[in-house]
């Protein structure tokens, strides 16, 4: 889903982008461009040589179909490169293209990224395909990438350059660059901790198969209590986008609201820009009228249900710990003394069980296992409040990365077990 309303100028669309890409190390100060192709074949796209960390609404360059160029800068030298995928694609509203440090390196090995790493990843970003080296800037260069967007991929590698991304609109042409380039990233982790394993058509079927139909219900008008909950969510899932503990497609945060009723995030909703009206409230196994809640709650409906002393949930897709996901490393979370009181032992769920069986899940996590690897699919952490829930999510995420460093130094020497029984003791009470 698109981050932006019809009501926005393409120059903020394009600002917001680029500000984005650029907040979260995606593209330099001089790399990376982005077009806007309006439906009568005018295109506003960024300026060549401006400072992408401080580019202002007045920098954006418009493009006629005529050809008549308005602006102070002149157009990004890759116009040409827009303007060949526009004319192969003409379905296309909005391209993407940078140099982010994980697509770069597939790009100089002369790679594409498997997106058959996560359910969500394939479906986002469909096929992904290589175009040859062409010389930047050049009509070559948009000849040879148009011919792979021709081809019916919306995402493109290019050799020892970076990668376009095009889509219905700008909002979708950056969510497919974002996912890409996470699983690049994850991917990249994950082969430092051993083989990485990708899933197989079937397993594809059973994420997509998965229901999110429920009975609906009208509501009544929100209590203060239901406002200032929704408001805090939304703090926490900015907070955590921010912190790329999951990227705008991804992830589902949840918060109880009494005994029978929770707020969970919507289906299909950019997490950077969620607002508090965006979340669904899930009462009595059924959902507000006329919104559509995440996937994941039958999941977070059967945990609170068996766990009275649960009252936050997060799934979440935060790099390190992902890439444990996508190995049988085992993430040991005997690092540190508050590692391992946060977390417990960290276990494994195998995946599809999320998918199939809401129940059996349920009896998975707890008070007393809080923090659950999702194979393929990222982690699940809880809580007793979207504090705590978060906060564990933070050091879950920080353990990981921390033993995937370790592997380049030395082998891990996890505290003994006296050290954990006195922890237990004194910090936990087991």
């Known amino acids: 889903m698109s981050t932006f309303t019809p009501y926005m100028h393409p120059k903020d669309e394009l600002l917001a982008t680029m500000g984005r890409i650029y907040q979260y190390r995606m593209t330099t100060t001089s790399g990376g461009n982005l077009s806007i192709r309006e439906e009568n074949g005018d295109i506003w796209i960024t300026p060549t040589r401006v400072d992408k960390g401080t580019l202002r609404r007045e920098d954006v360059v418009f493009v006629g179909k005529d050809g008549k160029v308005e602006g102070l800068h002149p157009p990004s030298s890759e116009l040409p490169l827009h303007q060949a995928i526009y004319r192969a694609r003409p379905d296309l509203r909005g391209l993407v293209h940078a140099h982010p440090v994980a697509l770069v390196a597939f790009s100089a090995i002369h790679e594409v990224p498997n997106t058959m790493l996560f359910p969500k990843a394939q479906s986002v970003c469909g096929k992904v395909l290589f175009a ?177 002393r649960i009252n936050a949930l997060i799934n979440a897709s935060p790099i390190n710990a992902t890439a444990f996901s996508v190995t049988d490393a085992q993430l040991d979370s005997r690092t540190i003394p508050e590692s391992y009181c946060l977390l417990r032992q960290v276990q494994r769920v195998e995946y599809g069980l999320q998918y199939r069986d809401h129940e059996a899940l349920a009896q998975r996590c707890s008070v007393n296992q809080p923090a659950l690897i999702l194979e393929n699919d990222g982690v699940l952490v809880c809580g007793g409040d979207i504090l705590e829930a978060y906060d564990r999510l933070e050091v879950l995420e920080s353990t990981a990365e921390a033993l995937v460093d370790s592997r380049s130094i030395g082998e891990l020497a996890p505290m003994p077990e006296k050290a954990l029984r006195g922890l237990e003791v004194t910090f936990l009470q087991m």
């Open 132 to 308: 040859p080296y062409e010389l930047p800037s050049s009509e070559e260069l948009g000849t040879t990438t148009a011919g792979k967007f021709s081809e019916g991929s919306d995402c493109v590698i290019l050799e020892n350059h970076g990668v376009v991304t095009g889509g219905i609109n700008l909002g979708d042409a950056f969510q497919k660059f974002e996912t890409l380039e996470f699983v690049g990233r994850t991917i990249i982790k994950g082969r430092q901790l051993g083989e990485v394993k990708f899933l197989t058509p079937q397993q594809l079927e059973l994420a997509d198969a998965r229901a999110t139909m429920l009975l609906e219900f009208e509501r009544e008008a929100p209590t203060s209590q239901e406002k200032e909950l929704r408001r805090r969510l939304c703090e926490f899932v900015h907070r955590a986008y921010r912190q790329r503990l999951f990227i705008s497609t991804q992830g589902s945060f949840s918060v109880r609201l009494d005994a029978s009723s929770f707020l969970i995030t919507p289906y299909q909703v950019d997490r950077g820009t969620l607002d508090p009206e965006d979340l669904v409230l899930i009462k009595n196994g059924r959902c507000e009228a006329r919104k559509t809640p995440s996937r994941a709650t039958g999941d977070h409906d059967a945990i609170y249900r068996h766990h009275p």
